[in-house]
């Protein structure tokens, strides 16, 4: 029996200890403790840094996706609670499942914001780092926000994660010795090498487009049709002023004709206005369209018993 023991008791011993959990760290954007800031000051700070750990590999769970799954009442005890208490930040950790509850600190000043961040052990609240700034101007705040994450993340998976594991020696390559400097009488003269012989060729110009040497047609019809479509309006506008100041002591004369009048204006000015916009758009398009490829021909010749040929093969403009 006692032999039995002291087997069991030496295999414990001999167990490896528990590894650490595998896998990116789960963080929690928690509500941030903001003094004096801005809301849309607030929501592109914690936008800003949830693309931020993502993009240093941590998984970010962000506070809107946690209490949206809570009861009203709750939901409002869980973001009103103290950001800087130990239960409130066990509450948070406990509700999201994340390894980390990372908590933003905006406190606008006379000298500008204090801004940092601060990332506490989720489990019991225990702060794990913090990094601050202070007299931050507004326009800078999301690089002191950076800055914060720079020095906070990587002390955050080390407490989670450990250090990275040292490559084994194996895969270290041996130093290699730099290979000896020949001496001078080793060095074989040089050896004069003829140039080869310069052959000019014509660098291809690409052509303008042709669709832009006429962009000026529909473009000037368009000004010239939306003139036109002004006039109109006016004079349609005029009708309906006419109209409108008519009374019963003043009344206007013929007013069925100043209606058909009206209208018809009202009619020609959308069409021309609409012929002249569109004219515009056209001349702009033309004038935007990509040159024309340069010009490829290559001449050919071949000679027969029966006569000979000359002529012209590749691309066109």
């Excluded at 994340?98 to 204090?114: H, I, N």
């Amino acid at each position: 029996m006692l032999i039995t023991l002291v087997a069991v008791l030496s295999v414990v011993a001999q167990a490896p200890a528990a590894l650490p959990p595998q896998g990116p760290v789960s963080v929690l954007i928690a509500p941030p403790d903001a003094t004096g800031a801005p809301s849309h000051i607030v929501e592109f700070a914690q936008g800003h840094l949830a693309e931020q750990l993502e993009s240093r590999g941590l998984r970010v769970i962000r506070i809107e996706n946690v209490t949206r799954k809570l009861p009203a009442a709750r939901r409002r005890a869980l973001l009103r609670c103290k950001r800087t208490e130990a239960p409130c930040l066990k509450w948070l950790g406990t509700a999201s499942k994340a390894e980390v509850v990372l908590v933003t600190e905006l406190d606008l000043k006379s000298g500008g914001y204090r801004a940092g961040v601060r990332s506490h052990l989720a489990k019991d609240g225990t702060l794990i780092a913090k990094h601050f700034a202070d007299d931050v101007p507004q326009d800078t705040l999301l690089d002191a926000l950076t800055q914060a994450l720079d020095v906070v993340v990587p002390d955050t998976q080390r407490a989670l994660r450990g250090l990275p594991p040292a490559p084994p020696i194996d895969d270290v390559p041996p130093p290699t010795r730099p290979a000896p400097r020949p001496s001078v009488k080793d060095v074989p003269p040089p050896t004069e090498v003829a140039a080869p012989p310069l052959v000019e060729t014509a660098p291809a110009v690409a052509t303008k487009s042709s669709a832009r040497r006429w962009a000026w047609l529909p473009a000037a019809g368009g000004v010239a049709l939306a003139g036109v479509g002004t006039v109109f309006y006016l004079k349609a506008k005029d009708r309906y002023d006419t109209l409108e100041q008519a009374t019963v002591d003043a009344p206007v004369r013929d007013s069925k004709a100043l209606v058909s009048e009206g209208k018809q204006a009202q009619t020609v000015s959308r069409v021309t206005l609409g012929l002249g916009a569109a004219g515009l758009i056209a001349g702009a398009v033309m004038f935007l369209w990509p040159d024309d490829a340069p010009a490829q021909a290559v001449p050919s010749a071949a000679v027969s018993s029966g006569g000979a040929m000359v002529g012209l093969s590749g691309t066109w403009p």
